[in-house]
């Protein structure tokens, strides 16, 4: 259990799965559509990528929050399915009907997984804004209300790919988020630079999933940073105004029913 490679297909499009540990397999499927030719004429649209993707064809329905840098977590209900667009920076996954997905372009995807008690999967939209504002601690919240019996010791972790510490500076001048970040951002995942703060939101995250009890060894980094890789990966801070890494998770006893192509390959 892993990241996949970064496989490019013959179009061009490039694609990157998560390896889900034993217990999981064929219960949780995750993908990430990152830079490509389908995702560039998507346009960070998710009904259009789901379309030219042929999920919408396969029959599952997509669940595609409007983001919001905030902290609220949808379950899997396909009332929440597009062309529904609810406002949400998180969905909890335990059937397998519906595909849950987010788009990046510098934020953080974060997945949590367990098999215990039954199958489920929490994937969320951790920006230097969700972070702050504490869309981890909110999102165990809401999953500990959903899954009782949610045990941190079991569950899996991977942080994909989002900005890194080596191109995220903020200014501390007129900005109300640097302070947020300062005071609520673990001590040791940022650095004061006088007029402005390099944080690190990979560690901040890091931290906080350690210290809800996740073993480092189910922990996954996908460690590459968007704004450093736009050849792969696409990137706000590097002109990426509309385009966006689509990341589709499903989860659950009825995942095997449906096999779209990209879980084949
Ligand atoms: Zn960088």
């Not at 179009?11 to 030719?37: H, N, S, W, Y």
């Not at 997984?113 to 939209?125: C, E, G, I, T, V």
């Not at 230097?128 to 949610?150: M, N, Y």
Request: glycine residues 10%; proline residues 8%.
């Amino acid at each position: 259990m892993s990241f996949g490679p970064i496989l490019t297909r013959d179009d061009g499009q490039r694609i990157q799965r998560i390896c889900p540990p034993k217990e999981l397999e064929g219960l949780l499927e995750a993908v990430f559509f990152l830079r490509g030719p389908i995702m560039d004429s998507a346009g960070g649209d998710p009904e259009t990528a789901w379309q030219k993707l042929g999920g919408a064809a396969s029959g599952i329905p997509l669940i595609a929050p409007i983001q919001v840098h905030g902290t609220a977590v949808l379950e899997e209900r396909e009332i929440w399915a597009v062309p529904t667009r609810p406002k949400a920076d998180g969905i909890l996954l335990t059937r397998g009907n519906c595909a849950g997905s987010l788009r990046f372009a510098d934020c953080f995807p974060l997945l949590l997984s367990s098999s215990h008690p039954r199958p489920w999967a929490m994937m969320l939209h951790a920006g230097f804004e969700g972070t702050a504002k504490g869309i981890l601690s909110d999102a165990v919240g809401f999953l500990r209300g959903q899954i009782p019996g949610f045990r941190p010791d079991r569950t899996a972790a991977w942080i994909g790919p989002g900005i890194g510490p080596c191109c995220y500076e903020r200014k501390k001048d007129q900005d109300a988020k640097t302070a947020l970040g300062m005071s609520n951002f673990p001590p040791r995942s940022w650095t004061d630079l006088g007029e402005s703060v390099r944080f690190d939101i990979q560690k901040a995250l890091r931290i906080q999933l350690l210290s809800l009890g996740l073993p480092e060894e189910r922990l996954f980094i996908h460690g590459l940073c968007t704004s450093c890789n736009p050849g792969e990966l696409y990137s706000y801070r590097t002109g990426d105004r509309t385009c966006r890494t689509f990341f589709v998770v499903r989860c659950g006893p009825e995942v095997h029913n449906i096999r779209p192509w990209w879980e084949n390959i």
